[in-house]
């Protein structure tokens, strides 16, 4: 299947963009770090693909990877109220094309900054 796109220091976003999603299960907040990298790409255009080679990133592969994280969230934190927020957040995303201030600061809290290349050897 190649590598995580998003999260993980071993992500392509860790390798080809130097920040990641912080690794967990897709709660609220992971769920709002992958959606404002999923912004960002689609607002430059293009993201990764498992292989980690560049691709376009159009409306339609936002909207399914956004939408993806609901069914995540439901394999993975199993909690119908957690979930269920996600799945309000996604919706706003969606619609909106942009994350509500409060999810902004959640994202940021998730998200981590590859500060040098000695950090993929700890």
Request: proline share 2%; with cysteine; hydrophobic share 35%.
């Amino acid at each position: 299947m190649g590598r995580n796109i998003y999260m993980g220091k071993d992500s392509c976003y860790a390798v080809k963009e130097g920040m990641y999603v912080a690794p967990g299960p897709m709660d609220l907040g992971r769920a709002a770090a992958h959606l404002y990298l999923h912004l960002r790409d689609l607002v430059r255009g293009y993201t990764y693909d498992h292989e980690c080679r560049r691709i376009t990133m159009d409306d339609k592969l936002f909207e399914a990877r956004s939408r993806y994280l609901v069914k995540i969230c439901y394999e993975q934190v199993k909690d119908e109220r957690v979930c269920e927020k996600v799945r309000e957040l996604v919706d706003y995303t969606i619609r909106r094309r942009e994350l509500p201030e409060w999810a902004k600061r959640l994202a940021e809290q998730h998200i981590i900054r590859v500060t040098s290349i000695d950090y993929f050897f700890k």
